[in-house]
């Protein structure tokens, strides 16, 4: 079979429009070796850090420390698997830093 896309794969063509470039290059990555679930992972931790962000943008630091503290835990799990989350693990160091 081919290399799956946002053509004929729905995970991916449900996300296009809402992921950065390197984030939706990681998902496709994931997606063609048949881990839709660290795929999934993914876009959860993707979430997870726009939410902290926006935490702290609103002053709410306790919510944010929870928050990150949830994305590390994702961050570990994509580590213990030996995928290339760089890009993941830059925007996690960058609002962790934010957080007081």
């Known amino acids: 079979m081919g290399r799956k896309t946002s053509k004929n794969n ?14 939706y290059s ?3 990555d994931l997606v063609n070796d048949n881990r839709e679930d660290l ?3 993914v876009l959860k931790i993707d979430y997870l850090l726009e939410y902290t962000s926006t935490c702290i943008n609103h002053k709410d630091f306790d919510e944010s420390k929870e928050t990150i503290k949830r994305v ?5 799990i994509l580590e213990k698997e030996g995928k290339n989350i ?3 693990r830059y925007l ?8 007081k």
């Open 26 to 28: 990681l998902l496709v």
């Open 10 to 23: 729905d995970l991916l063509s449900s996300v296009r429009k809402d992921t950065s470039p390197k984030i």
């Open 86 to 88: 760089e890009y993941l």
């Open 72 to 76: 590390e835990d994702r961050i570990s």
């Open 92 to 99: 996690y160091e960058g609002i962790k830093k934010k957080c």
């Open 39 to 41: 795929a999934e992972l």
